[in-house]
């Protein structure tokens, strides 16, 4: 149990273009959601958290009109990279949380050209 | 939160233990100590938590020190699979499932056959 989903696992786009990645709970509801992004040889940093049927909550540094999350249902939320540039470049991770646990998504391997 | 130190790599051999050491001499309380691992471009996954006494499961053991201020990870016969980057983290455990995670540096533990 407890599994979470993201897709796609790997994404080439070209610069200035919008990416969306999705991340599901498959066998529960999370009314939590949260995004973290990991750049090579580095730990894992929180974006934001996203709660079901609101505004996501960002980290301070990260620009929410860039990084738009939406988190329509209990299983679903989604992070847009709007006009995506090389630095964006990076390993992007969800996770979410049900009964004060966090499950993890295997991760999106975004490449910027 | 309170923070966390690990040594930055370890080996060891296979089919021996592994003990992975974490300092936390700031530890309030009521936070618990969580173990989660990293294998290469995934998704961190969940080992093991505890909040004073020591914890086994089927992965591995939780050793807390009596004044809580360090915890080893034990696993007892380590694998070439469990390469990967150990992460020590301590939190609270809320009420509800709005709560961060704060990703260290971890620890990179190189299994050798």
């Known amino acids: 149990g407890a599994v979470v989903s993201q897709h796609p696992s790997r994404v080439i786009c070209k610069s200035g273009t919008s990416v969306k990645i999705e991340c599901r709970s498959l066998d529960f509801q999370a009314t939590t959601m949260f995004w973290y992004r990991q750049f090579p040889k580095q730990s894992l940093m929180l974006m934001a958290t996203s709660n079901e049927g609101s505004k996501a909550t960002y980290e301070q540094g990260v620009e929410k009109d860039k990084f738009l999350i939406n988190h329509a249902s209990l299983t679903l939320s989604t992070l847009t990279v709007t006009s995506a540039h090389p630095e964006d470049s990076s390993f992007y991770i969800c996770?979410?949380?049900?009964?004060?646990?966090?499950?993890f998504g295997p991760g999106t391997r975004l490449t910027v050209t | 939160d309170a923070k966390t130190t690990q040594p930055p790599s370890m080996d060891c051999a296979e089919g021996r233990a592994a003990n992975l050491p974490c300092n936390h001499s700031t530890i309030s309380g009521n936070e618990y100590v969580y173990w989660y691992r990293q294998i290469h471009s995934q998704g961190p996954q969940y080992i093991i938590h505890g909040l004073k006494n020591n914890e086994t499961n089927e992965m591995a053991s939780l050793i807390i020190t009596e004044d809580r201020k360090s915890s080893t990870l034990i696993l007892p016969h380590a694998t070439l699979r469990d390469t990967a980057v150990y992460y020590c983290?301590?939190?609270?455990?809320?009420?509800?499932?709005?709560?961060?995670?704060?990703f260290g540096k971890g620890t990179l533990l190189t299994v050798n056959p």
């Open positions: 996770s979410a949380s049900v009964e004060d646990e966090q499950y």
């Open positions: 983290i301590v939190r609270f455990l809320s009420g509800g499932s709005n709560y961060k995670l704060t």
